[in-house]
């Protein structure tokens, strides 16, 4: 179909098909919209596209508007060669001048010999193929929520291994949005994890003879317990002190984090 309007938070999960006629128009098929002049985001296709001499694409066939945020995991087939108008895309058939497409992805496990578009004049940023396994991870849910970091988290991805083949999912208040968390040591990243709900530190950091480790301190200052329910993607520094003459700050962060009183 045509769009020029707004497209999102939608689930394709039928298989389009269409066969191209003896005409000289090309036809577009596409697993969420034929025609995109408008804005589709946070869209899923898990459906097969099939097309016989046609624009075939996971998610849009032509496109002259904006793409983001969204991703396919069916197959995308056109039994023509491709051409300058029979074409084959993993995301995005034809993307013209007009068209923009960031932060989308397709299962390139199962179209493997696919570039993310057919043809393309615009403008194509942080998109790409990715096998099975991988779009199986946490990760691939922060970046659709950061844009790859680009962006503050917007909240909107989660993923859940009983839930849609393992795929990243519409975050809801049973599946919640996915952080990731950041752990340094003396500024050198040490641990890189994406979770989401109640997070627990694996492990502490050892500290010389005349310091000990007091805790993990973020980007706001404030200290970190085991436990505590993500709302915000967190860079944690850890926190040492000399084991003589502590200051309150560092007191504090020992009591709250032994669950001590003084």
Do not use: C
Not at 88 to 108: M, Q, R, W
Not at 145 to 150: E, K, Q, R, S, Y
């Amino acid at each position: 179909g045509y769009s020029s309007g707004e497209i999102s938070y939608s689930v394709n999960e039928g298989n389009p098909k269409a066969i191209y006629g003896n005409t000289t128009d090309v036809s577009n098929v596409g697993g969420l919209v034929g025609r995109n002049l408008g804005l589709v985001h946070h869209v899923i296709n898990r459906g097969d596209v099939w097309g016989f001499g046609l624009v075939v694409s996971g998610i849009v066939g032509e496109n002259s508007g904006v793409l983001n945020t969204s991703y396919s995991v069916g197959g995308a087939e056109n039994v023509n060669s491709i051409n300058a108008t029979k074409v084959l895309g993993g995301v995005v058939g034809n993307n013209t001048a007009k068209g923009v497409v960031e932060n989308v992805f397709y299962n390139s496990s199962l179209i493997p010999n696919v570039n993310v578009y057919g043809t393309n004049l615009g403008s194509v940023v942080n998109s790409k193929g990715i096998e099975s396994a991988e779009m199986k991870k946490e990760m691939l849910a922060w970046i659709f929520n950061t844009n790859d970091g680009a962006k503050e988290n917007s909240r909107d991805s989660s993923i859940n291994a009983a839930e849609n083949d393992g795929y990243p999912i519409f975050a809801d208040e049973n599946n919640l949005p996915v952080y990731r968390v950041v752990q340094k040591v003396e500024g050198e990243v040490t641990n890189t994890r994406y979770a989401k709900g109640a997070f627990s530190i694996k492990s502490n950091p050892s500290a010389s003879d005349d310091f000990i480790f007091v805790g993990w301190v973020d980007q706001d200052g404030d200290v970190f317990t085991n436990g505590t329910v993500l709302s915000k993607d967190l860079d944690l520094e850890a926190y040492f002190a000399e084991k003589e003459g502590l200051s309150a700050h560092a007191r504090s962060a020992v009591i709250r984090l032994e669950g001590k009183n003084e």
